[in-house]
């Protein structure tokens, strides 16, 4: 929504363009007009319109706006609301151009879950991109990824160091082996236990 402020309309009013502004920042996004101390921290106190208010497009020329003068104006008297699409935010990843789509999950499903579930639906849309475009998931799959990236590296390193400490335990290679060989035993054991 982009408002267009009538000058003229607006002075002879006793109005202006920065009182509009902070009336609906105020009543919009909210204005900080003190602040509390929680300990050693400050906690600002926003004062903002209800949000069902906020949500209510239809019914913004609707605020009244205070002048100089002390008279309240509606903003529809003073300015034209008009719908303008606007470019959005171009967000960068890694040089290249991003465009990120977020969305919640019912209750009791994870993220990865549904991530898999989708993957081999958007297939065909993928395999139809032009070459400089891609579909990629992020979010909880990318951090699993990278998590397990970082642990494969170091897989080889903490299986020989733990097959050392059990031979050192153990004092020969044969029993070693036979721990090795229980260990699936052991497993099964253990989750049943739980």
Known sequence: ?????????????????????????????????????????????????????????????????????????????????????????????????????RSDVVDGAQGPDMTAAILPRLAPLIAALPADYRITAGGAVEESAKANAALVQVLPVMFLIVLTLIMLQMRRFSRTILVFVTFPMGFIGASFAL
């Open 1 to 101: 929504m982009r408002f267009e402020i009538d000058q003229d309309h607006a002075r002879a009013l006793g109005g202006s363009s920065g009182e509009v502004a902070l009336t609906l920042q105020t009543l919009l996004s909210g204005a900080p007009v003190t602040a509390l101390r929680d300990g050693n921290r400050l906690a600002d106190v926003v004062v903002r319109a209800p949000p069902e208010e906020r949500a209510a497009v239809d019914r913004l020329g609707d605020i009244t706006v205070a002048t100089r003068s002390g008279a309240s104006v509606p903003l529809s008297q003073i300015a034209r609301e008009t719908v303008i699409a606007r470019e959005p935010i171009l967000w960068r990843r890694n040089g290249e151009a991003v465009l990120s789509v």
